[in-house]
């Protein structure tokens, strides 16, 4: 159900609150979305705040939380922002602290994800920060530890960025079960989803706030225009019709480009990232030191560097993945490239809006086919961004894999009771249906292993005691938990790592099995030769030349739903002989070809 907006005279913050001082020192002026935002939380509301990217959501969703535990300042956590990407949450935390700095409040923020050292980690075990940036993952392991109830029953506000990323996927449910446990610990918690591209936006409210809640949704009517442009080959006749890591259109996008340009130039995998990069550091040598390449495989200090030098205008020109695609501001931004199909729509328009990063600002996106057919996709995506057919995204229904594993979760996490906790779980909108049958079969999974697993002693994961109340089995059980906590499925990865330096980052073990001592590969936009493998770290040296390119797992993508109706549609034109668009225009001769080959 959406809420409308409350009257006028309730919508408006005070004078002298914290958001109202801290805009005026900036001389900024608070949208109508922010207000209402802020005025909502004071209510005891939650809800989700869906605005066009760029406009200020992260400051809608947090400062009325600021200036409340500004005013009654506690020891402890009071304020959980969760990001799908541990890439963005540094760029968050400096979002998080500027009003906290420049007014000189006593509040400290502070991070925890994969990427947060061990010396960080150790002092957030014996006090956590009042206002952390965190993952879905590290959330779950804030939840496994025995202190979860002493260490978050202070939080009065959990801030879910970029709610669509994770709606319709696992992680989603991991985030429900997490909220869920969340308010069973601090029953006067709010929840605040942030989105930009969303189609069902009551529904992604609904699943967020939970079974039988009355969200609000918080609307702004920023339109901002999008113009999908598409850079052409002189002709279609040499042109690949399959492969998404050509580099066909090299030379045009050398040609387009600008150094005196701010642009990110987006890929859809790491692969196709690496292979750009080193491509264009080919063809352009003086542009090395403005160019970089940024992808979540990267270590968290060049990933940081990049970001960094975007900002102050030292890297001009960045190859990146979905690690850029979100994330509070890169306002420096004036270009967007998108390589290869976009894939989907709410995609396309997500990767438009880090262009002119402002509110109402245009934003354009340039897109560069790799292969024949992605011609008509572009003229496609162009089609359903004018008419705004943005994917719908729906939660999951009772995944029973989630629940095996959150259940482990809860009894790492100081035990639970089965009523309590069926309860608990019944209060998500994932689960609200589930019956006690399907309930209990899964705490016997994780106390037997079933009947299929009951013979191996590491699927005895949970213990009965004789109070009736389950906890974890044994100590090995609790480490091996928590290594493999979360729902994102991955080859096993190690190291990369200079010999005698430092470590670059990551990459699947898959990849590096199949090299030889010798083999040389692109990686972190350096050339790179293999010398040995020991102890899950691929050690290397620099090289001079190599054809590689890492492959991981993961990389392939489908079309969505609403791109592949634009591309039905735009296919049927054809069909009729009608060729709108110049890249259908273009590709005529290809889709002719099709239609006399192919039903």
Known sequence: MRVMPAAAASIHSTADSIAERWFAARSWTPHA????????????????????????????????????????LRDGLAVLYITPLRALARDIELALRAP?????????????????????????????PHVLVTTPESLSLLIASDRAEEIL????????????????????????????????????????????????VDEAAAILCGAGSRPAVVHAAMPREIEVKGLLPDSVHRFPWAGHLGLTMLKPLVAWLDPAVPTLVFTNTRSQAERWFAALEWERPEWRGRLAIHHGSLEREERERVESGLKDGSIRIVVATSSLDLGVDFSPVERVVQIGSPKGIARLMQRAGRSGHRPGARCEVLCVPTHALELVEI??????????????????????????????????GGGFDADALFDEVRATASFAAIPRAEFDWCVELALTGGRTLAAYPQYHRVAQGADGRFAIASRKAAALHRLNIG????????????????????????????????DAFHFAGQVVELVRVREMTAWVRPARRADLVPR???????????????????????????FREPEVRLAEPVLREQMALSA
């Open 153 to 200: 029953r202070g939080v009065r506000l959990a801030v879910v960025d970029e709610w669509h990323e994770l709606l319709a996927s696992k992680r989603g449910v991991q985030v429900e079960l997490a909220l869920a446990r969340l308010r069973a610990i601090a029953p006067g918690l709010r929840t605040w989803g942030l989105s930009a591209t969303l189609r069902n």
């Open 33 to 72: 979305f922010q207000r209402e935002a802020w005025a909502r939380y004071r209510a005891g509301e939650s809800g989700l705040v869906h605005v066009p990217t760029g406009s200020g959501k992260t400051y809608a969703a947090y400062l009325g939380a600021l200036d409340e535990i500004a005013a009654d």
């Open 379 to 412: 003229a496609s995506a162009r089609d359903a961004v004018a008419r705004r057919e943005i994917e719908e995204r729906h939660g999951w229904r009772a995944p029973l894999d989630c629940l095996v594993q959150h259940i482990v979760t809860r009894a790492l």
């Open 552 to 578: 991981w797992n993961g990389s392939r993508f489908p079309l969505s739903t609403a791109l592949s109706a634009a591309v039905r549609r735009t296919l049927d034109e054809a069909r009729r002989g009608e």
């Open 487 to 518: 729902t994102i499925s991955a080859d096993a990865t190690i190291s990369i790592a200079f010999v005698g330096g430092r470590r670059i980052g990551s990459i699947e073990e898959s990849f590096v099995a199949r090299l030889a001592a010798g």
């Open 100 to 128: 906290v700095e420049e007014l000189g409040l006593a509040v400290e923020v502070g991070s925890r994800t994969g990427d947060t050292d061990a010396r960080a980690r150790a002092r957030q075990r014996e006090r956590l």
